[in-house]
């Protein structure tokens, strides 16, 4: 081969080499990419600036109560947050009476329990909010990508229960969640979506 051949074959391999360096390491394509670690991130801010860390429980008001109807036996878990001191039962009158023959409670609120009850500005005046466990532990525990732009992930919150969730879910301290969220790269950054609402 000549020289002018040789020349030739290395400045189209120069050309082909510097041409792929560009298609993988553009911006653009770097951007596409997500990280378990930005994952995390981007996760944990969205749940705190949506102010969902916290486990809860709402509670319908009617009037000056907050009712609910007892399903699976959990009568005696509320008697034994009566017992407690952080709230106080009182069954309705038999207007109230569901048509099962199951009757509904009212529950007041003590002053015990105000450590534990959420306020928020939005749309629950008629509710009552309550705290079952604060998150600890925020986690990623499976990313993968299901599209070019797109990530699914899987995530676990640890969270540390308040007394209402440690009698009302039956736990000790710790209640583990597991969850799915969905990652989509757009033209201002990644955004995230969660499999269900909190």
């Given at each position: 081969m000549g020289p002018c051949k040789e020349r030739g074959l290395r400045y189209i391999t120069i050309i082909v080499t510097l041409f792929l360096f560009n298609i993988i390491f553009t911006p653009d394509a770097l951007t596409q990419e997500l990280t378990k670690e930005e994952a995390l991130k981007i996760l944990t801010e969205s749940l705190k600036?949506?102010?969902?860390?916290?486990?809860?429980?709402?509670?319908?008001?009617n009037g000056i109560l907050n009712t609910f109807k007892p399903e699976n036996g959990d009568l005696n878990k509320y008697k034994a947050l009566e017992e407690k001191g952080f709230i106080l039962l009182k069954p309705l009158t038999d207007s109230n009476i569901t048509t099962d023959?199951?009757?509904?409670?009212?529950?007041t609120f003590t002053e015990k329990s105000e450590p534990y009850m959420i306020k928020k500005d939005d749309e629950i005046k008629d509710k009552a909010l309550i705290s079952l466990g604060k998150a600890e532990k925020i986690d990623i525990t499976e990313i993968k990508p299901v599209a070019p732009k797109e990530y699914k992930a899987e995530f676990l919150i640890g969270y540390r229960l308040t007394p209402f969730g440690e009698i009302l879910l039956g736990k000790r301290m710790i209640f583990e969640k597991k969850d799915d969220a969905f990652f989509e790269h757009r033209d201002d950054g990644w955004k995230i979506k969660f499999k269900t609402s909190f």
């Amino acid at each position: 081969m000549g020289p002018c051949k040789e020349r030739g074959l290395r400045y189209i391999t120069i050309i082909v080499t510097l041409f792929l360096f560009n298609i993988i390491f553009t911006p653009d394509a770097l951007t596409q990419e997500l990280t378990k670690e930005e994952a995390l991130k981007i996760l944990t801010e969205s749940l705190k600036s949506e102010k969902i860390t916290d486990l809860t429980k709402y509670y319908q008001r009617n009037g000056i109560l907050n009712t609910f109807k007892p399903e699976n036996g959990d009568l005696n878990k509320y008697k034994a947050l009566e017992e407690k001191g952080f709230i106080l039962l009182k069954p309705l009158t038999d207007s109230n009476i569901t048509t099962d023959g199951e009757k509904r409670y009212g529950i007041t609120f003590t002053e015990k329990s105000e450590p534990y009850m959420i306020k928020k500005d939005d749309e629950i005046k008629d509710k009552a909010l309550i705290s079952l466990g604060k998150a600890e532990k925020i986690d990623i525990t499976e990313i993968k990508p299901v599209a070019p732009k797109e990530y699914k992930a899987e995530f676990l919150i640890g969270y540390r229960l308040t007394p209402f969730g440690e009698i009302l879910l039956g736990k000790r301290m710790i209640f583990e969640k597991k969850d799915d969220a969905f990652f989509e790269h757009r033209d201002d950054g990644w955004k995230i979506k969660f499999k269900t609402s909190f």
